[in-house]
């Protein structure tokens, strides 16, 4: 395999369920319990600027209501993201797909971007996202972000882009033929529900090149499971419980 420049530990939706989810503000708490490595959920506007949400629709984290997708990034910027939370994150907003990109070039710190498409755009929004990506990280000595999605055609979409940045397969289940779509796609991970990950599974996936991710993992046995089974990373919220440096 070649060599796996990310951090084991990653950090769900910035700080897991500490603040606000997909929010700056999210990601700039993981970074104080030492987190280096955080993961997203990146879909596109009505009008195409990539921002974080993982919901098709607005209103379980934000003062919104209907498909996201749907909205012009003006309109989304005006939504409060942070109030759903608590009194303390109100009037947080959405966050661009950009502005979590700086933050984390500025800091050093590495991105697993899940492309989460709003249904029927899936192609284009792999492809616009990692347009951005590649285009604000060029030149930077951070690793590149990992690319990953449980849709295909959005992986499709991110390789015929930026065929340089590196892929990887989100698996709920293991679904006939799944190592063979992750090789079509020159997947460099599968991140599986970490109930997926046995030792045999681990080693198929190993003997193929690729590397074995976890999410979402908060249980200190169910980690010390995946550790010993040689997995290479686990995204958690329980950025309070687990340290990075462990």
């Known amino acids: ?93 959405l966050a661009s797909l950009e502005a979590l990109i700086r933050f984390c070039l500025a800091n050093g710190y590495a991105l697993n971007i899940e492309i989460k498409p709003t249904p029927g755009v899936e192609l284009n929004t792999g492809g616009r996202v990692a347009q951005l990506a590649a285009r604000l990280w060029a030149g930077s000595v951070v690793a590149p972000p990992l690319l990953t999605s449980f849709a295909p055609e959005s992986l499709e979409g991110a390789r015929s882009a930026q ?47 690729l590397r074995a991710l976890s999410y979402t993992v908060n249980d200190e046995w169910l980690a010390k499971r995946l550790i010993e089974l040689g997995t290479d990373g686990i995204i958690t919220d329980r950025v309070d419980r687990f340290s990075p440096a462990a």
């Open 1 to 93: 395999m070649t060599p796996w420049p990310y951090p084991f530990w990653i950090a769900h939706r910035g700080a897991g369920k500490l603040a606000p989810e997909n929010t700056l503000a999210a990601f700039r708490l993981g970074a104080e319990y030492g987190y280096r490595m955080f993961e997203c959920d990146a879909k596109l506007s009505a009008d195409g600027v990539p921002f974080l949400l993982h919901d098709s629709t607005l209103q379980r984290t934000s003062n919104g209501h209907g498909v996201a997708g749907e909205r012009a990034w003006s309109e989304l910027t005006q939504l409060d993201a942070g109030a759903w939370h608590s009194r303390r994150y109100a009037g947080e907003p």
């Open 163 to 209: 065929p340089e940045l590196p892929r990887g397969l989100l698996l709920d289940t293991l679904r006939e033929g799944w190592l063979d779509t992750a090789r079509r796609l020159d997947c460099a991970a599968i991140v599986c529900n970490y109930a997926l990950w046995d030792a045999a599974t681990v080693a198929q996936v190993h003997a193929a090149g």
